[in-house]
Structure formats: structure tokens, C-alpha cells
């Protein structure tokens, strides 16, 4: 098997758990801000609480295909932090309100609080191995 297969068998499980988590965290997170009067309006529009499910799970399946091709934990920390940091932007400018401003980057981060440490826990911490040459493996 591949080391891209051997990472995915790894990996998957705790991925699809961790997605499920943070998908069903952001959705709550949402709900709750929307509960105490937070309009989530981009444009005049209301953000619909589905859109927090699917937008995680965008997000996580992302750092899935990340985690397959980096196959190193401190490499897929770096590329997941800077990956939550950009997501960040559309929701500091986007929204029509401070509040709403806030409460996605609430949850923006509460996803990657969730999945980025699930899915590092599952990559080997030092450097990928590099494939055997010809001559070392004769």
C-alpha cells in the first residue's frame, strides 16, 4: 500500500469523526448566536444554519486531502493554521454587523479547534521518509 493509503487508512476514521464534531459545533455555535439575536446578514441576506454544516464539511474535506498529500503533522499544523487564518477574511468583511463579524470567526475557529488537533493526532510527527533509492535497494 501507498503512503497516501497507509495516511488515509490513519487518518479517515478520526477525520470523519472529528468532521462530524466540528460540523454539528458550528451548527450549534450558529444557533446560539442566532438565539440571542445575531442576523448572520450578508447583504441584507441571512446566512441559513445548513450552510454552517456544509461549509464545515468543505473545510474539513480540505484538510483531509491536505493531511493525504503533507502526510506530516507539523507540516499540516502550519498549512491548517494558515488555512483558518485566510477562512477568516470572508467573515470579517462579509457580514453586515460586529456581531455577526464575531460569531463567524466563533465558529470558523471552533471548527478548526476541533479538526485540525484530530487530524494531527493521526500524522507521524517527523519528516515523510524518503523513497529508497536504486542503489539502497539493492
Not at 479517515?12 to 458550528?26: G, I, N, Y
Not at 450578508?42 to 444554519?49: A, F, M, R, T
Not at 483558518?84 to 470572508?90: A, G, I, W
Not at 493526532?121 to 517527523?126: I, N, V
Amino acid at each position: 500500500m501507498t503512503g497516501v493509503g497507509r495516511t488515509a487508512r490513519r487518518v479517515a476514521p478520526v477525520w470523519l469523526a472529528a468532521t462530524v464534531v466540528a460540523a454539528l459545533a458550528t451548527t450549534a455555535t450558529a444557533w446560539l448566536a442566532g438565539a440571542a439575536g445575531t442576523t448572520f446578514a450578508v447583504s441584507g441576506k441571512q446566512i441559513p444554519l445548513g450552510a454552517f454544516w456544509f461549509w464545515t464539511v468543505v473545510g474539513a474535506l480540505l484538510g483531509l486531502a491536505a493531511a493525504l498529500v503533507l502526510r506530516e503533522r507539523r507540516r499540516f499544523v502550519r498549512l491548517a493554521v494558515a488555512g483558518t487564518v485566510l477562512s477568516l477574511v470572508p467573515a470579517l468583511l462579509a457580514p453586515d454587523d460586529l456581531v455577526s463579524r464575531l460569531a463567524l470567526v466563533v465558529a470558523h475557529l471552533v471548527a478548526a479547534a476541533v479538526l485540525v488537533p484530530a487530524v494531527a493526532s493521526r500524522l507521524p510527527a517527523g519528516a515523510r521518509a524518503a523513497a529508497p533509492s536504486v542503489a539502497q535497494a539493492a
